[in-house]
């Protein structure tokens, strides 16, 4: 397949995430007591087919004037670091970006937010396996490591800089990066967002605890993997491999759609805090 199709294909999927849950709320929103009350894309034209025009918002920051009790983000970190704090100060706040939590300063703003209004920072589980037993290893000081491997075809990454620029098909796997998350996520904000929520629930590893490592692999034509290894007390240890089906050019695996959604009907208020659903 030629690069410039998979790197189109690749922009048109920025998108697909925010677009599976618009529908979805749309067709069954009702049915669980959700409504879509407005839509915000930086291209607004991408949305007219698709969303009603009263529900379009064509300037971020007038997003008070809408009244909703939880916000959405699929759209990149930028939005959090901009809009976070605001949105937490009106509604309940589902982040699809947290890779963005692994600036200390903004992960501090966010969580005194959540503590000040009383409102939740949710973060969605996405790809990642296992993390309610990775809180729960957490929360009993039991959590002695933890380290998540992602691989994918050259074509599914977005990396900052010319990392990938000359990958060819036959080159089978190199080695990314390896590190901690908190040096990760900013080299790979969109495709590591299911590492930041594994810092997350490990909070006493936290974003520069946790070891991270990215893989691309031209043999993974048809699906994403991720391999998390978690060390506990005692010899404790767990070892999952998740593989996530996925079309060339896919940012996110196709499961990791529904598992969104399921995080959505969480959304319903757990205090000032930051929870993991």
């Not at 000081?141 to 491997?149: E, N, V």
């Not at 594994?198 to 605890?209: D, N, R, V």
């Not at 491999?241 to 995080?263: C, D, H, I, M």
Request: with cysteine.
């Amino acid at each position: 397949i030629a690069k410039e199709t998979v790197w189109r294909e690749r922009e048109q999927g920025e998108e697909f995430t925010g677009k599976y849950l618009v529908e979805r709320l749309q067709r069954e929103g009702a049915q669980v007591g959700l409504t879509l009350v407005f839509v915000w894309n930086r291209n607004t034209d991408k949305l007219r087919e698709s969303v009603a025009e009263e529900l379009i918002l064509h300037n971020l920051p007038d997003f008070t004037d809408r009244g909703a009790d939880v916000i959405v983000e699929v759209c990149h970190p930028k939005i959090v670091k901009d809009f976070g704090v605001q949105f937490l100060s009106k509604a309940h706040f589902l982040v699809g970006s947290p890779s963005a939590l692994s600036d200390p300063q903004l992960n501090q703003e966010l969580r005194q937010a959540t503590e000040h209004h009383g409102r939740t920072l949710y973060v969605p589980s996405g790809a990642l396996w296992g993390g309610q037993d990775i809180l729960r290893l957490n929360d009993s000081g039991s959590l002695k490591a933890l380290f998540i491997r992602m691989s994918k075809h050259p074509s599914c990454f977005r990396l900052t800089g010319d990392v990938l620029s000359d990958w060819t098909e036959d080159e089978g796997r190199r080695v990314l990066f390896s590190g901690s998350v908190a040096e990760l996520c900013p080299v790979a904000p969109n495709n590591v967002n299911t590492m930041a929520a594994a810092a997350i629930a490990a909070g006493t590893l936290g974003f520069a605890g946790v070891q991270g490592e990215i893989v691309s692999d031209t043999a993974l034509s048809d699906y994403h993997v991720v391999e998390v290894e978690v060390t506990g007390a005692n010899g404790f240890t767990v070892h999952t491999v998740r593989r996530n089906p996925a079309k060339l050019g896919a940012v996110t695996g196709s499961a990791t759609y529904n598992s969104f959604w399921s995080s959505l009907l969480v959304c319903k208020g757990h205090g000032g805090r930051v929870y993991l659903c």
